[in-house]
């Protein structure tokens, strides 16, 4: 059957293919430990489990307003300024069906064919793919692990044409852990601002896992004469093991916000009116629990960067932020051919990792480390047998 050409610009998840294969491994009873997907291992917090029992016994059940319930975007607000020190209105917020919808509705909403979208590489899975979708270009900006996996503001100058219409920046990121000090992005906001027609997505959704000193820092804060253009995304998928909820929120200029409700309107609707309502206990209850997770994943990172670092043919640098390590495998290539065989050659060692090449990367591969400490020293372990 013919399908749509968009959807014919696009590739199936590389992620998921191999998450697929670790199942297919495990249902013919083959222990696999899988380090490929990007949630927390831990159990959503009771009292977020709680709220959305309550949500559902109190009959709260029903349509909410396309942009999430003025409860949850108040909530978010409060997010948003103790979290990221990012001062918005309820009116600058939209609630979406995770984190990715909001990605999603705000590149569609402004996307036309011959547009260019600078995504640092190696990139979130999805970025060049929703850009794609909309018809629009993708501009890749490589990045590599002695730069931090951060662009700089002399390539980020170079890469600006006039047909240049996002950057989208992710700090802490996904798959490398980059994270942003403030003065980067003043010194990327000095050239932004020479660039009027740019819009910047800030997706902030690792804020809470840094693990260096300070605070965060955030585009839209630290350059606020770009506040017109800039879209914060962020979420409780990562932050409070929230991913099946299915809530994100997101922060911007009026202008934008709307757009994007609007083709929220006619797309998903609103988010889950029981999610919602879990989020607003996510964003209003302790937080402190989030410190000790972060401890117990800097504990994680440092294990896992460490036996890593121990294997001839691997390295990797020190991730700051998020949950995930860019390991270069570049001096096994010659053993291997490239970073997807490597890939399988360790899931038959009962492992499974994502190639490097499925994020713009190549010749390595990304070891999530949100999975618990037996498995995770299991994990590494095999890594070391199956490269022996
Ligand atoms: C960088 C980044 N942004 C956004 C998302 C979307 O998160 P969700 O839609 O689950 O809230 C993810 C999830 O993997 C991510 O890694």
């Known amino acids: 059957m013919k399908l749509a050409q968009a959807l014919s610009r696009i590739a199936p998840s590389r992620t998921t293919a191999i998450t697929d294969r670790a199942t297919e491994l495990r249902a013919a009873g083959k222990d696999v430990i899988s380090l490929s997907v990007g949630e927390p291992d831990f ?15 109190a009959g709260d059940t029903k349509y909410t307003p396309v942009a999430g319930t003025l409860r949850l975007r108040e909530a978010a607000a409060l997010h948003f300024r103790r979290d990221l020190g990012l ?16 990605i999603f509705h705000a590149l569609l909403a402004t996307l036309d064919p011959g547009d260019e979208v600078l995504i640092p590489s190696p990139w979130w899975v999805s970025y060049p793919e929703i850009v794609r979708f909309a018809g629009a270009e993708v501009v890749d900006m490589p990045t590599n692990a002695a730069g931090g996996f951060r662009i700089t503001a002399e390539q980020l100058e170079a890469a600006i044409t006039p047909n240049t219409r996002w950057l989208l920046l992710n700090s802490p990121g996904n798959p490398t852990g980059a994270t942003y000090p403030a003065e980067e992005l003043r010194a990327l906001g000095q050239v932004l601002a020479r660039h009027p027609q740019v819009l910047v997505m800030s997706d902030d959704i690792y804020a809470p896992l840094r693990y260096g000193e300070g605070a965060h820092a955030t585009l839209a804060v630290e350059c606020p004469d770009l506040a017109d253009r800039v879209l914060t995304v962020s979420g409780v998928s990562k932050s409070h093991a929230m991913t099946g909820f299915r809530i994100g929120v997101s922060a911007g ?9 609007r083709l929220q309107s006619h797309s998903s609707g609103n988010p889950a ?5 879990a989020a607003v206990a996510a964003f209003e209850g302790p937080q402190e629990f989030l410190l000790d997770w972060r401890e117990r994943f800097r504990a994680r990172r440092d294990m896992v960067v460490a036996a890593i670092n121990a294997i001839p043919g691997l390295s990797t640098p020190v991730p700051d932020g998020a949950f995930y390590c860019m390991v270069d495998a570049a001096p096994l290539m010659a ?17 499974a990792v994502v190639p490097a090449s499925s994020f713009g990367g190549s010749n390595g591969f990304r070891i999530s480390f949100a999975a618990d400490e037996a498995r995770l020293s299991e994990a590494v372990r095999r890594i070391a047998e199956a490269l022996k």
């Open 43 to 57: 159990a959503t917090p009771p009292h977020v489990v709680a709220a959305a029992k309550a949500a559902l016994d």
């Open 253 to 261: 200029p009026e202008w934008l916000i709307k757009a994007m409700a």
């Open 87 to 102: 001062t918005v209105t309820p009116e600058q917020v939209i609630v979406s069906a995770g984190g990715k919808q909001a």
């Open 335 to 351: 053993r291997f051919g490239d970073d997807e065989a490597l890939c399988l050659h360790l899931l038959d060692h009962g492992v």
């Open 273 to 277: 009116s029981i999610s919602q309502a």
